[in-house]
């Protein structure tokens, strides 16, 4: 390895242009628009386990017309945390194609780490900005729509 002081300047930033293309190239995520209610959302995939595990921990938002879908191989009862939630959500509970419930106002966990439980079997999961289920009129009983993958 050469000490840093023997490289020239353009060894340099050829050498942290590489760097960069190595370290921070991630994937882009699949999307998928859902239509439900009156309303769209562009919605992230969430369709392993580890994106699932991860859904939105972290980030600082979501703006009106974004989620996170997260998609399950079969229909069972979903049991979701806020772990890591930043901001407040409403959980959408959809299986075949219809809302079969949805938990409004989710808070940012204070103490503790409650669970929020699907009304029944769930296949997906839409996560969306707190209020926007009321906003868009989303229900028990409403048709689901998702768009193809992008």
């Not at 959980?91 to 409650?114: A, E, S």
């Not at 289920?133 to 768009?147: K, L, N, P, T």
Request: hydrophobic share 40%; charged share 20%; net charge neutral.
């Amino acid at each position: 390895m050469l000490p840093l002081e023997r490289l020239s300047v353009a060894s340099l930033v050829a050498l942290a242009v590489a760097l960069a293309a190595c370290g921070s190239s991630q994937p882009a995520k699949s999307t998928r628009t859902v239509y439900v209610g009156n309303g769209t959302v562009r919605a992230e995939l969430a369709d392993s386990t580890g994106e699932r595990d991860e859904g939105l921990s972290g980030r600082p938002s979501l703006s009106d017309g974004e989620g996170m879908l997260f998609v399950f191989g079969n229909r069972a009862p979903r049991s979701f945390w806020m772990k890591g939630m930043r901001f407040p959500i409403d959980i959408v509970w959809i299986d075949r194609d219809r809302v079969t419930g949805v938990t409004r106002h989710v808070p940012v966990p204070q103490n503790g780490l409650p669970t929020y439980e699907s009304p029944g079997p769930a296949r997906d999961v839409l996560e969306v900005p707190a209020g926007w289920a009321a906003r868009h009129g989303v229900g028990r009983g409403d048709r689901v729509f998702q768009g193809p993958e992008s």
